[in-house]
């Protein structure tokens, strides 16, 4: 089996030594890596206590009542749809009302504008609403905030350094942009080398690149589905995903998150039983799709026992790494290279540029024979605008980096101060006592407040600090699910952080946040 080596390459020896003149990484046979189990106890979904649970639900329905109240009483401040008897509703009613009188109530925690690249700080733009939440005016201000928000994992998303200076001279040689898809104009040497250079990294054939992340998803699910093919999603899948499976036609069941044993009984039961609107003939194929990092609950997907049901079940393995190629594993090569997985076990390999390469864009890799079946049937290489030359210069120089192509150590300091950052980090919040979800290897790292009024509180708060973070509650989450989602950098300093636990926990104490029940470690926490 092809292993990978510390400078990111792949090759067929066992023990062979890098440029740094180091081995192989470990595997679990080696007796260094943690067993499945022991890996998977260093998740965790601590449930609610009963109190705040109650509290939630109050608090929410209190929303709503005061939001009919607000209806009745007073006239909405929002344009009216005239001349339209006869036709449906342009928008749902109760969506209409919990934007208006719900989420308009903390809109200001969302969609914050800013003014500067989102590196380890950032630059908000400053704004008030004379109106409650219906309308804003910038102030003209502006603010510095340290920045707990953008998924800049590795910390390439800045304004210099050689990232910048090779994007700036891909500018002036190239332009712009294309203004044209990838199959008539829009192909550039540019693309084929950045192409050729993912597929090394990741440890495949070939590989083809997209101009949006998001487009990655849904329009090439579609190409690789149709009527009659079944796929089995995780129940946090991303959005994009979603959507392109219902572009595609495809019969969709859903199984528990990182759940195998729900995951193996639906696999089971459509090997056996069949498509039911096919007279219960076999499916055309079976696809499991999940990520390798859930952007909302910071948990890692159970990779080599969902490679053994694909292989079991002779189904096929879509994985997203939107969240954890560059993020996870001692090459920054994803879950793949975390779990030291063969990346031939993986069908289809998707992930973005949008994250840890500081870019934008996607792509898909795997076999030669797939990547070619998609440059001709893929509607985002056919039809989308190609990637823009600077952009494709971001990724590829970020991504040499991360390599070691480029002669240095520098993308091995940038992954090792990710996870040392990443398990301080969850580690101080452990301490305090406030609840987590996910794996601590997560550079995601939800907090959970469950109030919706909180999730205002602590993000304002925060902001008075100079602290810029996210908040997240429904519909992004279940109602009793509503938190605050902090993402790490290499970027990031121990004194960045401190600055920042220290805030949090003082702010922790002054909303009680902390609801976790689990017993606190009370030695010093070693960064």
């Known amino acids: 089996m092809k292993r990978k080596t510390t400078n990111g390459f792949y090759n067929s020896a066992t023990n062979s030594s890098t440029e740094y003149g180091v081995k192989s990484k470990p595997s679990a046979a080696d007796g260094i890596l943690p067993p499945a189990e022991e890996h998977y106890q260093k998740t965790s979904f601590e449930e609610v206590p009963l109190r705040t649970a109650c509290l939630t639900y109050l608090g929410f329905y209190l929303l709503m009542i005061l939001g009919y109240l607000n209806q009745l009483l007073f006239v909405p401040k929002v344009a009216k749809e005239k001349n339209r008897d006869g036709y449906v509703s342009l928008y749902d009613a109760f969506e209409s009302f919990y934007s208006r009188y719900v989420y308009r109530r903390i809109r200001d925690c969302w969609n914050r504008p800013i003014c500067s690249v989102p590196g380890a700080e950032l630059t908000l733009k400053d704004r008030v609403t004379p109106d409650y939440g219906w309308s804003f005016e910038f102030t003209g201000t502006e603010t510095t905030c340290l920045n707990l928000g953008s998924y800049n994992y590795l910390g390439f998303a800045a304004a210099t350094g050689p990232c910048a200076d090779d994007s700036e001279k891909t500018c002036r040689e190239w332009g712009l942009a294309l203004c044209s898809p990838r199959v008539e104009l829009g192909t550039t040497q540019l693309h084929l080398d950045l192409e050729k250079l993912t597929a090394r990294y990741l440890g495949v054939e070939d590989a083809i690149v997209f101009g949006m992340g998001f487009a990655t998803n849904a329009l090439n699910l579609p190409s690789l589905l149709s009527p009659g093919c079944l796929v089995l999603s995780d129940e946090k899948n991303h959005a994009s995903i979603i959507l392109g499976l219902r572009l595609s036609g495809a019969t969709t069941k ?63 393995l879509y994985l997203d790494e939107a969240h954890s190629i560059g993020a996870l594993g001692p090459n920054g090569g994803g879950v793949v290279d975390y779990f030291n997985c063969d990346p031939k076990d993986v069908d289809i390999l998707m992930g973005t540029f949008t994250k840890s390469f500081g870019s934008a864009g996607g792509y898909i890799a795997g076999s030669k024979k797939l990547v070619d079946f998609l440059r001709t049937n893929s509607h985002a290489h056919c039809y989308a605008a190609t990637m823009s030359p600077p952009v494709a210069q971001q990724i590829y120089t970020s991504m040499s980096i991360i390599m070691g192509v480029d002669g240095s150590d520098l993308g ?26 996910g794996h601590e290897d997560s550079p995601v790292v939800p907090m959970l407040v469950y109030l919706f009024s909180k999730i205002g509180a602590v993000v304002r708060t925060l902001t008075t600090r100079n602290i810029a973070v996210v908040g997240v509650g429904f519909p992004a989450t279940p109602i009793m699910e509503g938190r605050i989602r902090y993402c790490l950098s290499a970027a990031h300093t121990k004194e960045q952080l401190d600055y920042a636990l220290d805030v949090i926990d003082e702010i922790s104490d002054n909303l009680g946040l902390k609801y976790s029940r689990k017993p606190i470690d009370p030695n010093p926490i070693e960064y």
């Open 412 to 437: 091995r300091r940038k992954i090792n101060q990710l996870a040392r950052n990443t398990r301080y980090f969850r580690r101080r919040l452990a301490q305090m006592g406030v609840i987590t979800y």
């Open 254 to 316: 859903v199984f528990k998150h990182n759940n195998m044993k729900d995951l193996e009984r639906v696999l089971r039961q459509s090997v056996v039983y069949g498509n039911p609107k096919n007279g219960g003939k076999p499916w055309k194929k079976i696809l499991i799709i999940c990520e390798g990092v859930y952007s909302m609950e910071g948990s890692i997907c159970r990779l080599p026992e969902i490679i053994a049901l694909k292989k079991k079940y002779k189904a096929y």
